[in-house]
Antibody, heavy 121, light 108 residues
């Protein structure tokens, strides 16, 4: 059974940093691209970042480019999102989502339950 | 960036009736279109991919149609658990992936 479990969210001041983790199980992580998708309170879904199955290709939304870094540790079956220079508008629930192929550019067939990031002074 | 527009924003339908939700892309996305269902406090769930293929375990009352720029999600006979928010997502010109703003399906 595929499971994705996010952690690392919390309250952080503007300009601060946070690292999110997504522990994956039930599938061979190197065979699938992964993404982070966020949802601001009461709002819709916004894709944030993606990484290919092999980890060699990474992609970012313009809103986070230069501030966020996606990575993955295959030995731990874990996906990460390092978030720096956080802003109030980054406040959201962050979901990790599994793609259906090793390359990016597909739908997401499994999602974690999300972790809440609140950026506030 | 491809803009996805869903309509209506809110749809009120009675249980047992049929619901049709629309999604329009600002340019062609071929059949690279997915639909997701989200209930309050939960993660999105994949319903349809490739515009018309049901994901694993999705009931047959859910169907998707369309290609290019116009897409429809149809729920043939609404059950109580179907009242939720529905999002479309394009992954054709995928960087960035873009989602519609959502359609809230509520009980009439």
């Amino acid at each position: 059974e595929v499971q994705l479990l996010e952690s690392g969210g919390g309250l952080v001041q503007p300009g601060g940093s946070l690292r999110l983790s997504c522990a994956a199980s039930g599938f061979t992580s190197s065979s699938y691209a992964m993404s982070w998708v966020r949802q601001a309170p009461g709002k819709g879904l916004e894709w944030v970042s993606a990484i290919s199955g092999g980890g060699g290709s990474t992609y970012y939304a313009d809103s986070v480019k230069g501030r966020f870094t996606i990575s993955r540790d295959y030995s731990k079956n874990t996906l990460y999102l390092q978030m720096n220079s956080l802003r109030a508008e980054d406040t959201a629930v962050y979901f990790c989502a599994k793609g259906v192929a090793v390359l990016t550019g597909t739908s997401f067939d499994y999602w974690g339950q999300g972790t809440l990031v609140t950026v506030s002074s | 960036e491809i803009v996805m527009t869903q309509s209506p924003a809110t749809l009120s339908v009675s249980p047992g009736e049929r619901a049709s939700l629309s999604c329009r892309a600002s340019q062609s996305v071929s059949s690279s279109l997915a639909w997701y269902q989200q209930t309050p406090g939960q993660a999105p769930r994949l319903l349809i991919y490739g515009a018309s293929t049901r994901a694993t375990g999705i009931p047959a009352r859910f169907s998707g149609s369309g290609s290019g720029t116009e897409f429809t999600l149809t729920i043939s006979s609404l059950q109580s658990e179907d009242f939720a928010v529905y999002y479309c997502q394009q992954y054709n010109n995928w960087s960035p992936y873009t989602f519609g703003q959502g359609t809230k399906l509520e009980i009439k």
